[in-house]
């Protein structure tokens, strides 16, 4: 039977149960304990949620499988308006309520658990009520618990936070070290729990907006994919970037899966934030603590790059940047579109001018170390095609590629229109 079917009985049920749940937010209570206390006072189910409806915490008058499995069964039996009964209790930031369909159907209650401005989770009762009555006391009950819950929530947010600050002031030391001794950074290390005589590498993800967006809760995203997917890593989030510390002396393997990491949560960005852009730089592989700030800097440096360079691959590998990390370092565009115009100019006028490709056969053949056949097999068409086109580009543009000094510079301007986007 449920506690409150007599009117001031039901009232006196209610004080009591607020009061034993107020007591709670004044003890180191977690989640459990006030779901309990809502459950069996209550003769509810009772559970925190979140807001993909996946539960943090579980209580019923019973215990056990069956338990979850009735709550489950409860909440899957009409998700649609589940998800939307939670939607419009964190948009109106009150408990509301959800009448049960038939008479074997249970009512729902949800009420959010507000921490700041934010509905971080949501507390949700399932009960049989015989009458408005009954509902009436549930939501104020569910709602009052909602607020201990939020207490519980806001006290783990500003540990988490106290924390974080101090173990990304700790990585910040370990990252950004100068001149201190090899033993203290080795201490840092072991602080991070990071062994410091291992072999490392680092990968920095940097999110950006084009239009001033805050970026805070894809950086948050991409911390919580990439810590799940890649348990033995270091995760720390610096708010705008998220720089991943990852052991193992598996060089091309460490280098092939953090690739694959950080195209799939530039994916998941992209779908996600429209307008955030996510830039991945990998550093190279080091041995020991004290050269963990140098494949720091080195991913550091393939994100610079890559943010300059559109073109390159969605993921910098400091490794392969070659060339690129000197025309990286020219941040007058002028200068690159006059360098192009002098060496490439009649090629690439002649291009527009005429719907030929010179310009990718050049590209094709210099990447193809001056093989006429693996250009050809690459452009799919005829070594003698790619011959006659590297002839005809030589004297449109009047470089000799069989000079040192033009070949090269040649090559440069290839990599300036392929990599930055200059077309001049």
Request: hydrophobic share 45%; net charge negative.
């Amino acid at each position: 039977m449920t506690p409150w079917r007599d009117e001031f009985a039901g009232l006196r049920h209610i004080v009591a149960v607020c009061s034993e749940l107020s007591s709670l937010a004044t003890t180191d209570s977690d989640l459990e304990q006030i779901v309990t206390v809502v459950a069996e006072r209550a003769g509810v189910w009772a559970a925190v949620v979140d807001d993909s409806l996946s539960v943090l915490a579980l209580c019923a008058e019973g215990s056990g499988r069956t338990t979850a499995d009735g709550l489950a069964k409860v909440l899957d039996s009409d998700p649609e308006a589940v998800s939307q009964l939670v939607a419009a209790a964190a948009r109106m930031r009150r408990a509301l309520s959800l009448p049960a369909a038939g008479a074997s159907a249970v009512s729902l209650v949800v009420a959010p658990i507000l921490v700041g401005d934010d509905s971080v989770a949501y507390l949700v009762t399932a009960g049989h009520d015989a009458d408005e009555t009954g509902e009436d006391a549930r939501v104020m009950v569910t709602e009052h618990a909602a607020m201990v819950c939020a207490v519980v929530l806001g006290r783990r947010r500003v540990v988490a936070i106290a924390a974080g600050r101090a173990r990304r002031e700790l990585f910040d030391g370990l990252m950004l070290v100068g001149d201190r001794a090899e033993a203290d950074v080795e201490v840092w290390a072991r602080h991070l729990g990071i062994e410091p005589d291992q072999r490392h590498r680092v990968l920095v993800a940097v999110l950006c907006s084009a239009t001033g967006a805050p970026v805070r809760a894809a950086t948050d995203m991409v911390e919580h994919m990439i810590a799940t997917r890649c348990p033995a890593a270091t995760v720390v989030n610096r708010d705008v970037d998220v720089v991943v510390l990852v052991p193992g002396d598996d060089d091309a393997g460490l280098a092939r899966q953090l690739t694959a990491l950080a195209r799939l949560c530039r994916k998941a960005v992209t779908a996600r934030f429209p307008g955030v852009r996510l830039i991945a730089g990998l550093g190279d592989p080091h041995t020991g603590a004290a050269r963990i700030n140098t494949s720091y800097t080195e991913a550091r440096r393939a994100v610079d790059v890559g943010r300059l360079m559109t073109r390159l691959p969605d993921v910098t590998a400091f490794a392969e940047l070659g060339v690129h990390r000197l025309l990286a370092q020219v941040h007058d565009p002028g200068e690159l579109d006059g360098f192009v115009r002098e060496v490439l100019g009649g090629v690439i006028d002649h291009d527009r001018a005429n719907g030929t490709d010179y310009c990718a056969t050049l590209t094709a053949y210099f990447r193809q170390n001056g093989s006429l056949q693996r250009a050809a097999a690459l452009l799919h068409t005829h070594p003698n095609t790619v011959a006659y086109r590297v002839h005809r580009a030589e004297k449109i543009a009047g470089f000799d590629l069989g000079s040192y000094t033009d070949r090269l510079a040649v090559q440069v301007a290839l990599e300036i229109v392929d990599g930055l986007g200059v077309d001049a």
